[in-house]
């Protein structure tokens, strides 16, 4: 079993930024592909980034450019660095990860997905 704790989300103006968190606890998913999802009342969910146990990455071309995912292994530990914030980019994010190492692109990742965390509101207003 796993469990993903995602923390960092908050407030911020058009142009701003923010850092997501994500930490793993429970059985070790080190070598496994994770990634961060969101979801506003809008719209439907929508893959953002993944990242594999090598640092191979893919992004949805919404973000592509502004958001930077990243991973520690040793820590169990994803981020993801929001730049130049939208507002359009407001949703509760989700930390997600799959059972296997390589990821698919983030748009095939969604039904991939084995374990969610609760989710971190992100806000963007001016």
């Known amino acids: 079993q796993v469990q993903l704790g995602e923390s960092g989300g908050g407030s911020a103006q058009p142009g701003g930024s923010l850092t997501l968190s994500c930490v793993a606890s429970g059985d070790s998913y080190s070598d496994n592909c994770m990634g961060w999802f969101r979801q506003s009342p809008e719209k439907a969910r929508e893959g953002v980034a993944n990242i594999d146990f090598t640092g191979s990455t893919y992004y949805a071309h919404s973000v592509k450019g502004r958001f930077t995912i990243s991973r520690d292994n040793a820590k169990n530990m994803v981020e993801l660095q929001l730049n130049n914030l939208k507002p359009e980019d407001t949703a509760m994010y989700y930390c997600?990860?799959?059972?296997?190492?390589?990821?698919?692109?983030?748009?095939?990742?969604?039904?991939?997905?084995?374990?969610w965390g609760q989710g971190t509101q992100v806000t963007v207003s001016s």
């Open positions: 997600a990860a799959v059972p296997y190492s390589a990821c698919p692109p983030i748009a095939a990742m969604d039904g991939e997905v084995t374990y």
